[in-house]
């Protein structure tokens, strides 16, 4: 049996495979529903913005045997997750204004997403026998913070600029400040928490401290890339 074929067997018998499989199946089929239902209605610029949201959900399942890289199938679900709950119930079904708490807890869950990527980025180049680098757990770990915190401030750069130019409202202002510096701050705040909370249960499981979904997924990234590690 091949290593693709090997592969496809392990996908099989995995729970995370199947769960991710039908709750893609779900969200497509939601927002295709909803896509039908603004275009009769005529609000194409809700009915673009939900394609885009189509692409970036249906990238990997149409992309992914062109990537060298298999991604274990717990993070595809939490991306896909967030994607559905950032953009399309956040922009599409105006959840940002109908509710005040849930920039917070996406700005959050994005410092867990952020710290969990740029944890398994530098934890693969610290493993790799192919890249001359050598780092120690904390520095892994204060890495894959760093690198959440900075992607985070880019992306209320990318806000701000989208707001004075094209006259959006990604910043979403607060009552009694509408420059939206206060929605700024707190966006990064929690940014910050997220991407903390993260960093340490990584540097716990590297340092065999504490199991953790880190430690699994991680453990699961070596195995079905078993070439980036000879």
């Known amino acids: 049996m091949g290593e693709n074929d090997a592969s496809a067997a392990d996908t099989g018998h995995d ?28 609000q194409w610029l809700s009915a673009a913005l939900i394609l885009i949201i189509a692409g970036i959900l249906l990238a990997p399942a149409l992309f992914g045997d062109r990537v060298s890289v298999t991604v274990p199938y717990e993070f595809q679900l939490v991306i896909l997750l967030f994607v559905f709950a950032a953009l399309f119930l956040g922009e599409v079904r105006s959840y940002y204004d109908r509710f005040w708490w849930w920039d917070i807890v996406l700005h ?22 192919r890249v001359e680098l050598s780092m120690r757990p904390r520095f892994v770990a204060l890495f894959a913070f760093l690198f959440a915190v900075a992607a985070g401030a880019l992306w209320e750069i990318f806000e701000f600029t989208m707001d004075q130019v094209f006259d959006t409202n990604m910043q979403k202002p607060m009552l009694g400040d509408p420059s939206g510096l206060t929605d700024t701050m707190w966006d990064l705040v929690v940014d910050m928490l997220g991407a903390a909370a993260i960093s ?9 401290r504490r199991r953790s979904f880190i430690g699994a997924w991680i453990a699961k990234f070596i195995a079905r890339n078993p070439r980036l590690f000879h």
Request: glycine share 12%.
């Open 200 to 208: 340490l249960l990584g540097w716990s499981a590297m340092q065999g």
């Open 15 to 42: 729970p995370a495979a199947r769960i991710h499989r039908w709750i893609s199946l779900i969200i497509v089929t939601i927002i295709g529903i909803d896509f039908v239902f603004v275009v009769v209605e005529g």
């Open 108 to 129: 959050t869950a994005s410092g867990f997403l952020l710290g969990i990527f740029g944890f398994l980025l530098v934890y693969v180049l610290n493993e790799n026998r």
